[in-house]
C-alpha cells in the first residue's frame, strides 16, 4: 500500500501530462529490445567482468560458498542467483543492469569477516595495496575531446549536428540528429535555418538497409553543401563540418 501510495502520483502525472502513463517506460523498451538490441547483445559470461573491474567483489566468493550451508544467509545466495541468472540470459547487457543484484553480492562479501584463519587473513591484506593500485592507477589522462573541434573555427550560426559534444566546444545553438529514421527529414527540415552542419556517421550504428539509408542521407549532405573541415574523433571516428549553401 504504501509502495502504491508513492507510485500512483507518478502514474497520474504521466497520463495528464503525456495522456499515457506508461510514456516514459514505453520508448525505453523500444530503444532497449527494437532495432538496435544487436548493438547491445553480449555473451551470457558478460558480468563475471565485474570481478576484473572491481576485485574487491572476488571477497563474495566465499560468502557464496559458506551461504550454502547456512539457512539465514540462503536466501540472500538464492535472491543474487535469480536477479544474476536473468539478467545474464537477457541479450541486452550493460553494467549498470548489475545495480540490482550487486547489494546481495556486497553482502555475501562481508561474511569473510566469519573466517578465523590469520593465513587468509594475511593474504588479503598482502594483496589490498595492490588492488588499491589496480584501481586507481590511469596510465594515461584521457582526450578532452576530438582535435578537430579545437581547430575548426566556426563564425555564429545554428549547427545540424550528430556529435552532442559539440556543445562543450562551440557556443552555438545546436540542433540535433536524434535516430537516423529521421535524419533524412531532421536535415529538410532545417538546413535553411542552420549555418553548419556536422555529420559523424558513427552517431548512427546500423546494419544492412539501414546503413544504405545512412549514406545516402551523408551523399545528399555533402552534394548540397561545403566541406569545411574534415578529422578524427577521440576514438578514430570520421567526423564532417559543412557550412550549408544558403551560407
Known amino acids: 500500500v504504501i509502495g502504491l501510495s508513492i507510485i500512483l502520483p507518478y502514474f497520474a502525472f504521466n497520463q495528464f501530462l503525456y495522456g499515457d502513463f506508461l510514456f516514459p517506460f514505453r520508448p525505453a523498451w523500444e530503444a532497449v529490445h527494437g532495432e538496435y538490441l544487436w548493438l547491445y547483445e ?4 558478460f ?3 565485474l570481478f576484473y573491474l572491481n576485485p574487491f567483489l572476488l571477497l563474495s566468493l566465499p560468502g557464496i560458498y559458506l551461504a550454502r550451508k547456512d539457512k539465514k544467509w540462503l536466501i540472500i545466495l538464492v535472491v543474487f542467483l535469480v536477479f544474476f541468472v536473468f539478467f545474464s540470459l537477457l541479450p541486452h547487457k550493460e553494467f549498470r543492469f548489475s545495480l540490482p543484484f550487486l ?6 562479501a562481508s561474511r569473510i569477516f566469519e573466517i578465523q584463519n590469520r593465513w587468509v587473513w594475511l593474504l588479503i591484506i598482502l594483496l589490498l595495496p595492490g588492488i588499491f593500485h589496480y584501481l586507481t592507477w590511469i596510465s594515461t589522462l584521457p582526450p578532452e575531446g ?5 581547430e575548426c573555427r566556426l563564425e555564429k550560426g545554428a549547427i ?3 556529435a552532442p559534444l559539440i556543445t562543450k566546444f562551440y557556443d552555438n545553438p545546436v540542433i540535433g540528429f536524434y535516430s537516423l529514421q529521421n535524419a533524412n527529414e531532421t536535415y529538410q527540415k532545417f538546413r535553411e535555418n542552420v549555418t553548419y552542419i556536422i555529420w559523424v556517421p558513427e552517431s548512427f550504428p546500423c546494419r544492412g538497409e539501414a546503413c544504405r539509408m545512412r549514406d545516402e542521407v551523408f551523399m545528399m549532405i555533402s552534394n548540397e553543401n561545403e ?3 574534415r578529422g578524427k574523433g577521440v576514438y578514430g571516428e570520421d567526423i564532417y563540418i559543412f557550412i550549408t549553401a544558403q551560407h
Open 160 to 162: 545540424l549536428s550528430s
Open 103 to 108: 547489494p546481495y553480492l556486497a553482502l555475501l
Open 227 to 229: 566541406l569545411k573541415c
Open 42 to 45: 553480449k555473451s551470457p559470461y
Open 146 to 150: 576530438p582535435e578537430i573541434f579545437k
Open 47 to 49: 558480468y563475471f567482468q
